[in-house]
Each structure stands twice: as C-alpha cells, then as structure tokens.
C-alpha cells in the first residue's frame, strides 16, 4: 500500500499526515501519523521546508514506513505564492516578517520562503495549491460542495483564505492566487488593521484571528466566548468582525454568482453559533436578484479539513 503525504501550511502551524488511497469515492481515507507543531518563523528562510521534511519523517517513523516509499505529496499552504527559481515560494503575511516589517512582530525580516524546490528533491509527486484552493476541492469531493458547479470555500483562522470554483472550474490565476480576498481593501481609516502583507485597511488586516488583539482587548476566542455568552460589549464586536466579514462574502457572491460558500478555519468554527447567522444576514434581502437562495454552511469535514485539503491534491 502506497502512502501518500499531506502537508498543511499555515500561519500559525503545519500538518503532516500520511495516508492510503481512498478506497470510497464518497469518503476520504482515514489520515495516519499525524505531527503538527508551531509553523517555523526563525532562522533562515528554509527552515520551513526542513521543518515539513523533518515532520515527515517523524510521521513515517510513526507508521513504520521507509521514508522514501512515501514519493507522492500534496500541500496545501497559505499564501500567495511566488514564482521564483523554478517552483512556488511563500510570501505569506502571517509568516514573512519582512512584508510588513517590525510593526508586525514577527522573528524574521523574510520577503519569500523557498517551498516547491526544496521539496521536489523529496518527493517524485509532488503538487502544491493555495490552502483554499485545495480545501474547496476537498469540499467539493467529500464535503458541503458536493454536486456543486458555483460555490467557495473561506477559511477564517490566523489569515482569511477563499477558493472559487465558477461554471465547475476551480480558479487559480497566473500564480495561483487566485481567491485572496482577504486582502481586498474595506477601510482607509483604521489605524490598527495593519495586514502582514502591509496593506492598512484590508480584511484580514481587520478581522483575521490575529488582528483582533490588536484592534479589541483580548483574542478572537475570547472575545468570542463572551459575545456567546451574551456579554453586550463583546456582542457589539462581534457584530462589527460579521460586518467586515459579511461584506466579503457578500461581494464574492455577487462577483461570481455563487450557490453557495462553505466556512472553515478556527475563527469561524469554534463559533460558528455566534457567527453563522450573523453572516448569513450579510447577504440576505441585499439584491435578491444574486443573493436569493445562496447558502453560507459550515465545512462538510469541519476542523479536519487542512488535512483532507492536501489530501484532494494527490489523491
């Protein structure tokens, strides 16, 4: 049985599991040997692929498998992506401290972290998606966006992520960016939504997992606990992240004429609850003509869906 590795690159950590080929089309196979740790950001920029490489063979020790029978991969990674020496390097916010600078905090003055390359010396397979693109394909195979030809995917955690699939193609663009909204400009007045990529006003720069403490007392889960518990003040921020989110939401939807946009990340689904509904209101009776009838779910593979996302990649 041929292993295959997932790997899911986030701002705030990386995946790496290993799995079977599926043996049900209607199911993924169950993910084996899973290590996760905090997302490397210090040292020299290639620490992120040797911390993966380094990942991947603690997983396959794990198993019981030679490392180098594992030739096939998929990762599904934050972005965007740039094309340098051959293959995908990162210029993620949330990991390069060298795009915004030292007002963002980060350990490291990186502008790109070299990935495919690296990679590649590793594996015979190998493909790498933006972490939305390849959760929308994971959506659409075995999770809410199934049978659909018009939907999105959104995770809201650490960043915000979209993959758009429009007439039953997926959208990837000239880099494969395709889906970055969250970098799409909705303030020129809030001094405190300093994005990682260095735009001011953006919204994840407003609304993303770690723009919150900066712009509010306390974190996202905080602060949404006690809105779910019916604090008045927290409810009132709460409101307000729904208000920038929505409006994002509500201008995919009628951009790309969409059926329905399927919600992960770990902002949004430790309280879905809260948020859910308060989104929904975003797009409903706002130009019924394009917004009637459209559907904001949670994700069909819930928390697991990072893991699954790199799975649909190779599998």
Same mark, same amino acid.
């Given at each position: 049985?041929?292993?295959? %590795?997932?790997?899911? !690159?986030?701002?705030?950590?990386?995946?790496?599991?290993?799995?079977?080929?599926?043996?049900?089309?209607?199911?993924?196979?169950?993910?084996?040997?899973?290590?996760?740790?905090?997302?490397?950001?210090?040292?020299?920029?290639?620490?992120?692929?040797?911390?993966?490489?380094?990942?991947? =063979?603690?997983?396959?020790?794990?198993?019981?498998?030679?490392?180098?029978?594992?030739?096939?991969?998929g990762v599904s990674s934050c972005g965007p992506f740039v094309l340098r020496a051959g293959g995908v390097e990162l210029a993620t916010p949330? !990991?390069?401290?060298?795009?915004?600078? @030292?007002?963002?905090?980060?350990?490291?003055?990186?502008?790109?972290? @070299?990935?495919?390359?690296?990679?590649?010396?590793?594996?015979?397979?190998?493909?790498?998606?933006? =972490?939305?693109?390849?959760?929308?394909?994971?959506?659409?195979?075995?999770?809410?966006?199934?049978?659909?030809?018009?939907? %999105?995917?959104?995770?809201?955690?650490?960043?915000? +992520?979209?993959?758009?699939?429009? =007439?039953?193609?997926?959208?990837?663009?000239?880099?494969?960016?395709?889906?970055?909204?969250?970098?799409?400009?909705?303030?020129?007045?809030?001094?405190?939504?300093?994005?990682?990529?260095?735009?001011?006003? =953006?919204?994840?720069?407003?609304?993303? +997992?770690?723009?919150?403490?900066?712009?509010?007392?306390?974190?996202?889960? *905080?602060?949404?606990?006690?809105?779910? *518990?019916?604090?008045?003040?927290? /409810?009132?921020?709460?409101?307000?992240?729904?208000?920038?989110?929505?409006?994002?939401?509500?201008? &995919?939807?009628?951009?790309?004429?969409?059926?329905? !946009?399927?919600?992960?990340?770990?902002?949004?689904?430790?309280?879905?609850?809260?948020? /859910?509904?308060?989104?929904?209101?975003?797009?409903?009776?706002?130009?019924?003509?394009?917004?009637?009838?459209?559907?904001?779910?949670?994700?069909? &593979?819930?928390?697991?869906?990072?893991?699954?996302? *790199?799975? *649909?990649?190779?599998?």
């Amino acid at each position: 049985m041929t292993l295959r %590795a997932c790997i899911d !690159i986030g701002g705030t950590k990386v995946a790496v599991s290993l799995a079977p080929p599926a043996t049900d089309a209607a199911r993924p196979p169950e993910l084996q040997a899973r290590r996760a740790e905090p997302t490397a950001k210090t040292g020299d920029s290639g620490a992120l692929a040797r911390q993966i490489l380094r990942l991947l =063979d603690e997983a396959c020790a794990q198993a019981g498998v030679a490392p180098a029978d594992v030739t096939r991969a998929g990762v599904s990674s934050c972005g965007p992506f740039v094309l340098r020496a051959g293959g995908v390097e990162l210029a993620t916010p949330n !990991i390069c401290g060298g795009l915004a600078g @030292p007002a963002r905090g980060l350990p490291n003055d990186w502008t790109h972290v @070299p990935l495919e390359v690296p990679l590649r010396q590793r594996f015979a397979h190998l493909r790498v998606e933006n =972490d939305g693109v390849a959760a929308l394909e994971a959506e659409r195979r075995w999770g809410a966006l199934q049978g659909l030809d018009h939907c %999105a995917y959104v995770t809201w955690s650490t960043g915000v +992520g979209v993959g758009l699939c429009v =007439d039953g193609r997926v959208l990837r663009g000239k880099n494969g960016n395709a889906g970055h909204a969250g970098h799409s400009f909705v303030s020129d007045t809030d001094l405190h939504a300093l994005c990682g990529c260095g735009n001011l006003g =953006d919204v994840e720069g407003l609304v993303a +997992g770690n723009a919150v403490a900066r712009r509010f007392e306390g974190d996202a889960a *905080a602060l949404l606990a006690s809105a779910s *518990a019916g604090d008045a003040a927290a /409810l009132a921020q709460a409101d307000e992240l729904c208000r920038v989110m929505g409006r994002m939401l509500y201008n &995919l939807t009628v951009t790309l004429d969409l059926q329905r !946009i399927s919600l992960g990340g770990s902002v949004f689904w430790h309280h879905r609850a809260l948020l /859910l509904p308060r989104l929904q209101a975003q797009l409903d009776d706002r130009l019924p003509a394009l917004t009637a009838g459209v559907e904001l779910v949670p994700a069909g &593979l819930g928390e697991r869906v990072g893991d699954y996302a *790199a799975l *649909a990649l190779v599998d």
